[in-house]
C-alpha cells in the first residue's frame, strides 16, 4: 500500500506554486506515495489541477471557529498519513499534525512551532541564500529519506507540464493572428508584494515596443478580482503612446486564468501568484522584485528554466522597496533582447 502523505502549503498562491517542485519529488519517488495537501479554499483549485496532488484538503483557516478545526482535526486523524511536510511552519498546523497522531512530522527548524514536529530541517531561509523552491525540495528530500523511497533524478521543469496541443489551442484564444507573440503584462500585486507603478509599466511597455518594432506582440493585460481598474489605466496609458493593448480574456477561476495563460510567451509582472504560476507553465517571465533580503529575486526567483527567467530589482544604493528606482531602460533592453532571441529576429 502507498504511504500517505499529507504536505502543507496554506498561504498564498504563489507560495503554493513555488511548492510544485517538492510536490512532484514526493510523487516521482519510487514507490510512489500518495500526497495530499492542505490548503485555503483560495489556491484548492490549483491544488486539484496539480498533476503531483492526489487529494485535497480545505483548511478553514486561523481564523475558523472551534467546530471547523475540530472538524479538520477529525479528517486529518481519520486519513491516517504516514508523514506531515509543513513547508510553512505554524503551531495550528503543528499542533494538527501531533495531535491527528501522524508519526513522521518534517518542517523547517524555525520559530517555536518547531517543537510539534519530530524532524526539524535547518535552513535559515531569511538569508535568502537559494530559491524558496529549493528549499522546498530539500524538505521534500528529507522526507523522503526518512520513508526510505527513491527519487533517482529530480524533477525539471515544466512543473506544470501541458501538451503541445493544449497550449496550441490557449494561444489561438489569445492571439489575434498566428504571427503573433503574445506577452502578458500583470500589473496589480494581490497586496503581497511591491511592484511596478502603472506609469512605469507603460513606460516600460513603450520601450519595448519601440526595439522590438519587427516583432507582431500582442499585448495583454491581466487583473485581479479587485485589479481590474488598474489594468485599465495601463491599457489607456498605452493607448496615448499609440500602443494597442487589451484586457486577458476573462476567466472565472484562477485555474481556468492558469491555463490560459500556458498559451503566451512571456509574462512581465511583480512577485505574485501568476508570476509563480508562469513559472510553473514554463513560459518566459520578467519579473520586478523589490532588493529587501527576505524577497530577493534569488528567494522569490520563478521555478521555470533558466533561459526564460529574467528579474530585476532597485539597485544597491537605492532604498529597498524603491521601485521607481528600478532602472527601465536597461529592464527593457534586456526583455526585448530575449524576446528578439528568441521569437524572432534582430531587425
Known amino acids: 500500500m502507498a504511504q500517505k502523505l499529507l504536505v502543507v502549503r496554506n498561504d498564498k498562491i504563489g507560495d503554493f506554486m513555488l511548492a510544485w517542485p517538492a510536490l512532484a519529488c514526493l510523487k516521482q519517488a519510487l514507490p510512489a506515495p500518495h500526497v495530499t495537501v492542505l490548503v485555503p479554499a ?33 479528517h486529518v486523524k481519520q486519513s491516517k498519513f504516514d508523514a506531515l511536510l509543513t513547508l510553512f511552519s ?51 528530500c528529507e522526507l523522503l529519506t526518512r520513508l526510505s523511497l527513491k527519487l533517482s533524478t529530480l ?53 519595448i515596443q519601440q526595439q522590438c518594432h519587427s516583432l507582431p506582440i500582442r499585448w495583454l493585460i491581466s487583473a485581479g478580482p479587485s485589479e481590474q481598474t488598474q489594468a485599465q489605466a495601463l491599457i489607456d496609458q498605452l493607448a496615448n503612446n499609440d500602443v494597442a493593448a487589451a484586457p486577458f480574456p476573462e476567466t472565472h477561476s484562477v485555474d481556468a486564468f492558469a491555463r ?26 520578467a519579473g520586478f522584485y523589490p532588493a529587501k533580503r527576505s524577497a530577493t529575486p534569488l528567494r522569490w526567483q520563478t521555478c521555470n528554466s533558466s533561459e526564460k527567467r529574467l528579474a530585476f530589482s532597485p539597485p544597491a544604493n537605492a532604498e529597498e522597496q524603491d521601485m521607481g528606482a528600478i532602472e527601465l531602460d536597461a529592464a527593457a533592453a534586456h526583455i526585448s533582447a530575449w524576446l528578439l532571441g528568441s521569437l524572432g529576429t534582430n531587425p
Open 260 to 285: 490560459q495563460l500556458a498559451g503566451a510567451d512571456m509574462l512581465i509582472a511583480g512577485s505574485t501568484g501568476p508570476l509563480h504560476i508562469a513559472g510553473c507553465l514554463n513560459i518566459a517571465t
Open 155 to 207: 524533477p525539471s521543469p515544466p512543473f506544470w507540464p501541458m501538451s503541445e496541443k493544449q497550449r496550441h489551442t490557449q494561444r489561438q484564444i489569445l492571439a489575434h493572428e498566428a504571427s503573433q507573440h503574445v506577452v502578458v503584462v500583470h500589473p496589480g500585486s494581490g497586496g503581497s508584494a511591491v511592484n511596478l507603478s502603472v506609469a512605469q509599466y507603460a513606460t516600460l511597455i513603450h520601450l
Open 90 to 140: 505554524t503551531p495550528r498546523i503543528g499542533w494538527l499534525g501531533m495531535k491527528a497522531g501522524i508519526p513522521l512530522r518534517v518542517a523547517p527548524a524555525t520559530k517555536w512551532a518547531q517543537v510539534f514536529y519530530n524532524v526539524r530541517v535547518r535552513q535559515r531561509r531569511s538569508q535568502s541564500v537559494k530559491p524558496e523552491y529549493q528549499y522546498n525540495v530539500d524538505l521534500a
Open 42 to 74: 483560495y489556491t484548492a483549485p490549483l491544488a486539484n489541477a496539480c498533476p503531483w496532488v492526489d487529494e485535497v484538503i480545505i483548511d478553514p483557516g486561523s481564523q475558523a471557529d472551534k467546530a471547523a478545526q475540530q472538524a479538520l482535526l477529525f
